[in-house]
C-alpha cells in the first residue's frame, strides 16, 4: 500500500530538548515537504528536498532543520524547541499531481 | 509569490443540499494545478478533487465539482447532495507539477442533519 508515514503521532516535550520526527515514504517520490498546520493559517511549508542531499527552505523554516540521506526518508529535527513551534505538523511526498500526506504529528512544546 | 484565499472560515449546509467553498489564488505560473483537500477530524489530509490549469472543462468527482474561472483566478468547490460525512475542514491548494504547493487557509464545513 502507497503511503507516507510518520513517528511519532503525538508528542509533548520541553523548551530546549532535541526532538526528531521521522518521515518514510514506500513510492520513490523524489519531492518530499514538511509542513506545519495552525488555525486560520492553513499549512505552511517549513522545508522541502526535491531529491537526496537536496533540501531547500520553504515559508517558514525558523528552528527547523531537516535532512534527505535516503530517498525515502526526510526526518524533521527541532534542535531546540520553543513553543511557538507547538503545532500539528505534516509529513508528504509529492508525485508531481499529488501530494500524499503523513497522518500527522500532534507536537506540545512546553 | 504564489498566494491562496479563502474568505469563508466557516460554512454550514443542511444534509441533502447543496454547498459552494470560495476559493481565490494568484500565481504568476503558466502551468499550474489546483487542488482541494478534506481535512477530517482524523486530521488525515484527503484529496478531493484536481483541476489542471490548461484545462477548461471543469473537474468533477461523484458529487464533488469545481468551478474554474481562470481570468478570474476563482477556484470553487461544489459540494452537491451532502452527507454528514462531508463535515470537515476543507483546504484550496495551487501549485506547479514538482514544487510546492500552497494552501489557503481552510474552511470549516459543517452539514446539519
Known amino acids: 500500500e502507497a503511503q507516507v508515514t510518520q513517528n511519532p503521532r503525538y508528542l509533548i516535550t520541553v523548551t530546549g530538548k532535541k526532538l526528531t520526527v521521522t518521515c518514510s515514504q514506500n513510492m520513490n517520490h523524489e519531492y518530499m515537504s514538511w509542513y506545519r498546520q495552525d488555525p486560520g493559517l492553513g499549512l505552511r511549508q517549513i522545508y522541502y528536498?526535491?531529491?537526496?542531499?537536496?533540501?531547500d527552505k520553504g515559508d517558514v523554516p525558523e528552528g527547523y532543520k531537516v535532512s534527505r540521506k535516503e530517498k525515502r526518508n526526510f526526518p524533521l529535527i527541532l534542535e531546540s524547541p520553543s513553543p511557538n513551534q507547538t503545532s500539528l505538523y505534516f509529513c508528504a511526498s509529492n508525485s508531481g499531481l499529488e501530494q500524499f500526506f503523513g497522518p500527522g504529528t500532534r507536537l506540545t512544546v512546553l | 509569490a504564489q498566494t491562496v484565499t479563502q474568505s469563508q472560515p466557516e460554512m454550514s449546509v443542511q444534509e441533502a443540499e447543496t454547498v459552494t467553498l470560495s476559493c481565490t489564488y494568484d500565481t504568476s505560473e503558466s502551468d499550474y494545478y489546483l487542488f482541494w483537500y478534506k481535512q477530517p477530524p482524523s486530521r488525515q489530509m484527503i484529496l478531493v478533487i484536481r483541476?489542471?490549469?490548461?484545462?477548461?472543462q471543469n473537474a468533477t468527482e461523484n458529487r464533488f465539482s469545481v468551478n474554474f474561472q481562470k481570468a478570474a483566478k476563482s477556484f470553487s468547490l461544489k459540494i452537491s447532495d451532502s452527507q454528514l460525512g462531508d463535515a470537515a475542514m476543507y483546504f484550496c491548494a495551487s501549485g506547479c507539477e514538482g514544487d510546492k504547493v500552497i494552501f489557503g487557509p481552510g474552511t470549516s464545513l459543517s452539514v446539519i442533519p
Open positions: 483541476q489542471e490549469a490548461y484545462k477548461q
Open positions: 528536498s526535491m531529491n537526496v542531499e537536496v533540501t
